[in-house]
């Protein structure tokens, strides 16, 4: 038996034009629209990871998928990671230079894929990864070069069109401006908006992100979550022991704030031993549950500090507000936060108290 040919990736590859055909257009207004609106603001400020949200959001209204990541170089670290991910993927590295295989493909072919299983094992491979029998892989572009790629999943076999990958390609050829200023900008933005002490985002890096998850929370109809985070009698630490200790420990809880928060999420430095943790499409009851595993991470943990023979302990209070629920603009939802917090430590401290927990209890008294 002579074994079967090698499958060439070529073979997924879609034949697309730079125009769309009349036939298109007539057909999928509503994906014409999502175009056109994008490219009515590639001249706008807006930073990468806003940006790379804002086209997985477009790529939704061209087509369904169940799962989406984006991959894209980082040019002030200069390796390639993903910058965001929708649903369940294990994005595990498989190449030696990061990313995943599908991304080394598009980049080779600079075409859209449209992956079936059955087809190639590698590929299945990575389509098992998202749990989807089928993917579309769009390149991203800067100056003309693929720095990034577009990857929806889904479970159906039959998800995806040749019309939804020239759609999405035209999408993608639109964002080209727009990802090729913000990728120059993003070293600059890095260094301005990083807080130098903790490595976190600073407070008006925070306050812009805050903003732009609004438009995003109106726009989707979706709520998302404020956690306003303080470490607990941080000024007697810094009191009995100097500021060059307090610093320590503030770059100690920053590394336990980050540790598993996910790519869509911001913790940043809001001043002093106070945090802020946005939390996108996050009910009361999952921020909650997110508090509640931070609190215990920070009281369960050992802070080693130099100069000191034992070991400091530690704990944390935190504030929830939600926007939707609680607030319905941004200043509200920080103040709500704020109020959480201070019952939060009003009461003990070492605690999550969220801003409808509080109004529950102004009600009793009332009552």
């Known amino acids: 038996m002579h074994p079967e040919p090698e499958f060439d990736i070529a073979s997924f590859a879609v034949a697309v034009t730079n125009e769309l055909s009349p036939e298109v257009i007539g057909s999928r207004w509503r994906s014409v629209q999502a175009i056109l609106r994008l490219a009515t603001i590639t001249g706008s400020q807006m930073q990468l990871g806003p940006a790379l949200n804002l086209l997985c959001d477009l790529a939704a209204v061209i087509t369904n998928f169940d799962s989406a990541c984006v991959y894209f170089w980082n ?34 072919h600079a075409l859209p894929l449209l992956i079936h299983s059955g087809k190639h094992a590698k590929a299945d491979a990575e389509l098992a990864a998202a749990g989807a029998r089928c993917a579309l892989v769009l390149p991203l ?68 992100q805050l903003d732009l998850e609004v438009k995003r929370s109106e726009r989707k109809g979706e709520a998302f979550s404020l956690l306003m985070v303080d470490i607990d009698h941080f000024k007697i630490l810094n009191d009995t022991y100097g500021h060059h200790i307090g610093d320590q420990v503030l770059r100690q809880v920053t ?13 940043a430095r809001y001043g002093g031993e106070e945090f802020v943790i946005i939390l996108p499409e996050t009910s009361e009851e999952e921020a909650t549950a997110v508090a509640q595993r931070l609190r215990k991470t920070v009281q369960n943990s050992e802070f080693n500090i130099d100069s000191l023979k034992d070991q400091e302990k530690l704990t944390i209070s935190i504030g929830i507000a939600v926007y939707g629920q609680d607030a319905n603009c941004r200043q509200k939802l920080i103040e709500y936060s704020d109020a959480a917090l201070y019952a939060a430590k009003a009461r003990g401290r070492n605690q999550v108290f969220t801003y409808s927990q509080l109004l529950r209890e102004e009600h009793k008294e009332v009552g």
């Open 75 to 108: 040019e002030p670290q200069e390796k390639m990671e993903v910058r965001l991910r929708r649903g369940h993927i294990d994005v595990t590295p498989q190449v030696p230079w990061g990313g995943n295989l599908l991304h080394f493909w598009v980049t080779q």
């Open 141 to 208: 572009f800067v100056q003309g070069r693929v720095l990034g790629s577009l990857q929806l999943f889904c479970a159906s076999p039959d998800c995806f069109t040749e019309h939804d990958a020239q759609l999405l390609w035209t999408l993608v050829l639109a964002a080209e401006n727009l990802l090729t200023r913000e990728q120059a900008n993003e070293g600059l933005l890095r260094f301005a908006f990083t807080d130098y002490l903790t490595g976190l985002r600073t407070r008006g890096y925070f306050e812009q």
């Open 255 to 267: 590394s336990l704030l980050v540790k598993d928060m996910r790519e869509v999420d911001t913790v």
